[in-house]
């Protein structure tokens, strides 16, 4: 345990102590203490005697050289190790596994108190994230239930031409606190599940649910299924909310006529792409931020796409826009099943 705590300056300064012994004994068995017995000023310094010296020291130097530089190589190696490590665990830490903190018994002495600090900044950072979430899902609940109660009430005293609007917006806005309540359970319990899953099968199942929308909007959906499967861990249920989000998005903002293609590349991201007018370039740099509409006026809440980024993250993945010279394409990647077991076991 003592090693393990010991401090970058005392590593060093043992190493310098060693290198300075090493020098010692090689100084003494390049001059032996009477080499300078029996000789003159002028005689030790003549030329002769210098050549002869450098000719019989050059290979024990040598020697010493290589040797000190294999030392300070494992020193530094030595000192470096766990700053190294550390690093490796902080990188690692992300909304996935925020409550994970850095192992302050393998810092350095010098390095202790900046490790202790990262973990308190952690520390506020999960409150801060904790507490954001339970607002929006402890709000989205109390929501839910007198909504139902409005609803009832205004399709009892609305025409039938003013309750279809109503019952249209009253649908609108319970899609709304269904997405907060998915988005804050999905961050409260990122890693609930961890079930293995075809992610391409997954994709054709979610494309067939979503075909009947598409054809009675006079649009068309076509689903190109890579023949190879393709293995992820995780909560499928959540991963296939997170393709229909992507297919729904597509649905809501292509025109008539236009075609949808659900595909894989050969790094098994999900291609979901359309032959529509594209993404606005105001828009494609935040088209994953939550409450973030192409459309101020469309019918969605902007909270679709956001969902998505936040499940591809909680699965240790990513979402994001491609670009395109026509259309839009959204891609979805998440790591493999053999990947995700290879890198638990580091």
């Not at 020098?23 to 009477?34: C, D, F, G």
């Not at 830490?93 to 952690?122: D, K, W």
């Not at 190109?224 to 997170?242: K, M, S, T, Y």
Request: proline share 5%; net charge neutral; glycine share 6%.
């Amino acid at each position: 345990m003592l090693w393990k705590r010991r401090s970058i300056l005392q590593t060093l300064l043992v190493s310098i102590a060693g290198a300075a012994l090493l020098a010692y004994l090689v100084t003494r068995l390049l001059i032996p203490e009477n080499a300078a017995y029996g000789l003159s000023l002028r005689d030790r310094l003549a030329s002769d005697y210098l050549l002869a010296r450098l000719n019989d020291a050059w290979r024990p130097l040598a020697v010493f050289v290589l040797i000190s530089m294999a030392g300070i190589w494992l020193v530094l190696r030595k000192v470096l190790a766990p700053i190294k490590e550390l690093s490796l665990q902080a990188r690692r830490i992300g909304p996935a596994n925020l409550n994970e903190r850095l192992p302050l018994a393998r810092a350095p002495v010098e390095l202790a108190p900046l490790v202790h600090a990262f973990n308190a900044s952690l520390d506020r950072l999960e409150e801060a994230w904790k507490s954001q979430r339970s607002f929006s899902a402890n709000a989205a609940h109390e929501l839910r239930t007198p909504l139902a109660a409005l609803r009832a009430q205004v399709e009892s005293l609305l025409g039938p031409e003013e309750r279809k609007q109503a019952v249209a917006e009253f649908d609108r806005l319970s899609r709304t606190i269904n997405q907060l309540l998915i988005l804050a359970d999905g961050e409260h319990n990122p890693q609930r599940r961890s079930d293995p899953f075809d992610l391409a099968a997954l994709a054709l199942a979610t494309a067939s649910q979503t075909a009947a929308e598409f054809v009675q909007s006079g649009r068309r959906i076509e689903m190109i299924r890579p023949e190879r499967v393709i293995p992820c861990l995780g909560d499928h249920v959540l991963v296939g909310l997170a393709i229909r989000n992507l297919l729904e998005n597509t649905l809501r903002h292509t025109p008539v006529g236009s075609t949808t293609t659900v595909m894989f590349d050969d790094q098994d991201v999900l291609h979901v792409l359309d032959d529509g007018d594209g993404v606005a370039p105001e828009f494609a740099a935040r088209a994953f931020e939550p409450f973030s509409r192409g459309d101020p006026h469309g019918e969605g809440a902007g909270l679709g796409l956001s969902i998505v980024s936040r499940i591809a993250l909680a699965h240790g993945g990513r979402a994001w826009l491609a670009d395109r010279s026509s259309g839009a394409c959204f891609c979805l990647q998440l790591p493999l099943a053999h990947d995700t077991e290879r890198s638990r076991s580091v």
